[in-house]
């Protein structure tokens, strides 16, 4: 993932949203340079609904090494993962069926994360918005991006 871009990867709830939201990010711990910073924001139907930040260092119990070759941009590893969740709890109301959610990403220096290759959405990047999530986002909004971010999401489905 490239540094300071804001990838967006947004979704549409086909059921009702009740109690929480959670959003995980899989980053692998390669080579990830000291003082690192990563931001995190959910947004329900395009509000800023929460955000978070790491600062993530690079010595892990267990780093992620390389399988293989790395081929645009994309490479396999070793089953080491770090998830960064971000999430609103508790919902202040159920949010209906076709609720969008997006989940926003930004990071000080380039690090390795989970791509999805058999999505249905992209990611979108935006260039020169700054680390802060901004407070409004508009779905789909930047330049689709090379790869769409798999990006976990959760909740109580009512």
């Known amino acids: 993932m490239p540094a300071d871009t804001l990838i967006s990867t947004s979704y549409s709830a086909n059921r ?8 995980t990010l899989n ?5 990830i340079t000291p003082g690192t910073v990563l931001y995190l924001g959910l947004y329900t139907n395009g ?9 993530l260092s690079s010595s892990h119990k267990t780093p992620a090494t ?11 590893f070793s089953n080491s993962l770090l998830g960064f969740t971000v ?12 609720t969008t959610v997006t989940v926003t990403v930004w990071v ?6 989970e791509v999805d ?3 249905v959405t992209h990611s979108y990047e935006s260039f020169g918005l700054g680390s802060s999530p901004p407070s409004v986002i508009v779905a789909e909004a930047g330049n689709i991006g090379p790869h769409t971010l798999s990006v976990g999401l959760e909740s109580n489905a009512g």
């Open 47 to 55: 509000r800023l609904a929460a955000t978070q930040d790491y600062n």
């Open 16 to 23: 009702t949203l009740v109690g929480f939201i959670e959003a």
């Open 27 to 31: 980053v692998f711990p390669y080579q």
């Open 87 to 98: 999430s609103q709890f508790p919902l202040n109301a159920t949010l209906p069926v076709g």
């Open 117 to 119: 290759g058999t999505s």
């Open 108 to 113: 000080s220096n380039p690090i390795w994360v």
């Open 66 to 76: 390389i399988l293989g070759n790395v081929e645009n941009g994309v490479a396999s």
